[in-house]
């Protein structure tokens, strides 16, 4: 028996794995722990209890004012007790967070092998995503086998020196995890009381923001822009769960807070923000994940970045890329809002990020290892 360490710390990690710990822990092969570093600790929770995953280790690292020096050092030094102590075969990380990064080193530090799910993404610019796009590659420079989302990722990897026969092409993970929680709440059928303030009944834009490359006067010009939406178009509510980062939490209540049609919230818990999603006409974000999900829901994307590593969906169409300036948001705004055709023509592309089979394929590739 293969013994398997999968280790994730926020929530959009949690999205992305948890579906494939589900899918290791059915192949009897394999002993598959889990190990929690909590970087987030009330959204990683939220995720854990929709997926009933619970975790064997939990280093509950998240602090208050936390940087990035604190959760690398607690997250290396932390990890790498635990790995010493279980000694697996194969260490899972995903992505680009500061957890994947520092869990790899420790890895690589005690000679384990490294397993990287969702390799291959770049911008080539290591300070936009930040600092995701050095996570990533840094990860990719200890990784002993990646698990690639495209075919261009895996062309990423290709031009980095990574031996083809250590990459496998297997769509996103993130999409089966999406269809495991929309079947479940096509069987649910209940209500979520986080939107019981919400009117569901009227036309939605759904906003995220938090990437830290925007804080300061780029994400004003975003929380201006979004304001201008909201006071051109009265009769479409602006719904914004805001990330707790005081960064994001300071602007949007200062520009946004008291306009009737703007409706600033608190975070979604997973299930409930996949069904706010399914509701909304137009989404508007700067998150990773949800350009890789909106489009299996028919939802058009516009990224509030200046930079994306997921060029399979802009080229496909379903997403655009608008950057930080208020009025080109709102002009690409408008477009959609306005003009019916251009709508559709983004909602019905299909999604470039596969089909759901992800984490199948995924352990089928783990077990031929």
């Known amino acids: 028996m293969k013994k398997i360490i999968v280790v994730f710390g926020t929530r959009p990690e949690a999205i992305k794995l948890c579906s494939l710990v589900l899918e290791l822990k059915k192949n009897h092969e394999f002993k598959t722990l889990v190990l929690v570093t909590a970087q987030h600790r009330e959204m990683l929770d939220q995720v854990l209890s929709i997926f009933n995953v619970v975790p064997d280790y939990d280093l509950n690292i998240m602090g208050v004012n936390q940087t990035l020096f604190d959760i690398t050092s607690r997250v290396l030094v932390e990890t790498g007790k635990i790995l010493e102590k279980e000694r697996p075969d194969f260490v899972i990380v995903q992505g680009d967070t500061t957890t994947t990064f520092a869990t790899a080193l420790a890895a690589f530090y005690l000679q384990i092998k490294v397993l990287h799910v969702e390799a291959g993404l770049r911008t080539y610019n290591k300070y936009s995503p930040f600092p995701e796009e050095l996570n990533r590659k840094m990860t990719g420079a200890i990784a002993d086998f990646h698990f690639a989302a495209t075919e261009r990722n895996k062309s990423n990897l290709l031009k980095e020196g990574v031996p083809e026969?250590?990459?496998?092409?297997t769509g996103n993970t993130v999409i089966d995890s999406l269809l495991w929680v929309k079947e479940k709440m096509l069987k649910n059928q209940s209500g979520y009381t986080q939107l019981d303030a919400l009117d569901l009944d009227r036309k939605i834009i759904l906003i995220t923001g938090h990437r830290r490359e925007n804080f300061g006067i780029e994400f004003e010009n975003i929380c201006n822009?979004?304001?201008?939406?909201?006071?051109?178009?009265?009769?479409?509510d602006v719904v914004y769960p805001v990330h707790f980062n005081p960064n994001v939490r300071k602007p949007v209540n200062a520009i946004l807070a008291g306009i009737p049609n703007v409706k600033i919230i608190e975070p979604l818990e997973y299930e409930?923000?996949?069904f706010l999603m399914i509701k909304s006409f137009l989404i508007i974000t700067d998150s990773g994940g949800i350009q890789e999900e909106?489009?299996?829901?028919?939802?058009?994307?516009?990224?509030?970045r200046n930079t994306t590593e997921r060029q399979e969906a802009v080229e496909a169409g379903c997403v655009k890329l608008v950057g930080t300036n208020l009025e080109n948001i709102f002009n690409e705004a408008k477009k959609?809002?306005?003009?019916e055709e251009e709508y559709i023509a983004m909602a019905r592309i299909e999604n470039p990020y596969g089909d759901g089979k992800a984490c199948e394929k995924i352990s089928h590739r783990i077990k031929d290892l």
Do not use: C, H, M, R
């Open 272 to 274: 409930p923000f996949v």
């Open 294 to 304: 909106a489009p299996s829901l028919g939802k058009p994307v516009l990224v509030i």
């Open 336 to 339: 959609l809002i306005e003009n």
């Open 165 to 169: 026969t250590n990459i496998s092409v």
């Open 225 to 236: 822009a979004i304001k201008k939406i909201a006071l051109t178009y009265k009769d479409i």
